[in-house]
């Protein structure tokens, strides 16, 4: 079945710097959508995308879709330490069963010490 | 408007038993899917409910099953527990036909199967 690679699986930022992730399928998507997830608590939508080549941002953060509709990636620009999580990419592809996300594994995203 | 509920928070079962998890749909919202998220993994796709049948089903097997009722809320089932059934389910409620960006998360189940 598809599957997403998402790299890095964890990072570590330093209040301020600008950090990126990036997700693969080794199938094409119509929509891309990125989500953070906190601790004990479900996933919430950060960005959704829906055509290839898009660039969209929210804030402090910026995701495009790829033009190939098999990737996309996050960037969080100066970032804070409430960043700290874990984000997950998703791909939707229309009428698949159960209008179904595919998830990738995460990036975990930490605090220098 | 209320978000997406679920319950019970935890719950630790033994291995063989049978489970029941309950979400509540968030306001306005008429379709409900339910995710598996093992540790350390992101969430996996169960199955989808609107209009009180199952509209999707991912790859797992007929032991999970599920209900919907008249009110949009939804349960999930799952007989004959097994270890690896040990994971966060999460119930995303939507409006039937939204993309990915129309689903709320609830906070999940814990279910730990010893």
């Known amino acids: 079945g598809q599957q997403l690679n998402q790299s890095p699986q964890s990072m570590f930022i330093q209040e301020g710097e600008d950090v990126s992730m990036n997700c693969t399928s080794s199938?094409?998507?119509?929509?891309w959508l990125w989500y953070k997830q906190d601790p004990g608590e479900g996933p919430v939508l950060l960005i959704a995308?829906?055509?290839?080549?898009e660039l969209t941002s929210n804030g402090r953060l910026t995701a495009q879709f790829g033009i190939t509709r098999k990737d996309s990636f996050l960037n969080i620009s100066a970032s804070i330490p409430s960043d700290v999580g874990i984000y997950f990419c998703?791909?939707?592809?229309?009428?698949?069963?159960?209008?179904?996300?595919?998830f990738g594994g995460g990036t975990r995203v930490l605090v220098k010490p | 408007e209320t978000g997406v509920t679920q319950s019970p928070t935890h719950l630790i079962k033994t291995r063989g038993q049978q489970v029941t998890l309950r979400c509540s749909s968030q306001?306005?919202?008429?379709?409900v899917s339910w995710y598996q998220q093992a540790l350390g993994q992101g969430p996996q796709f169960i199955f989808q409910?609107?209009?009180?049948?199952?509209?999707g089903r991912g790859n797992f097997p007929p032991r999970f099953s599920g209900l919907q009722f008249p009110n949009y809320s939804s349960e999930l089932n799952v007989n004959a527990l097994e270890l690896d059934d040990s994971a966060l389910y999460l119930c995303?409620?939507?409006?039937?036909?939204?993309?990915?960006?129309?689903?709320?998360f609830g906070s999940g189940t814990r279910l730990t199967v010893v």
């Open positions: 995303a409620s939507s409006l039937y036909g939204g993309g990915g960006y129309g689903y709320t």
């Open positions: 199938s094409i998507f119509n929509t």
């Open positions: 995308l829906y055509k290839a080549g």
């Open positions: 998703a791909g939707q592809l229309y009428k698949a069963a159960g209008n179904k996300l595919t």
């Open positions: 306001s306005g919202h008429n379709t």
């Open positions: 409910y609107y209009r009180e049948e199952e509209n």
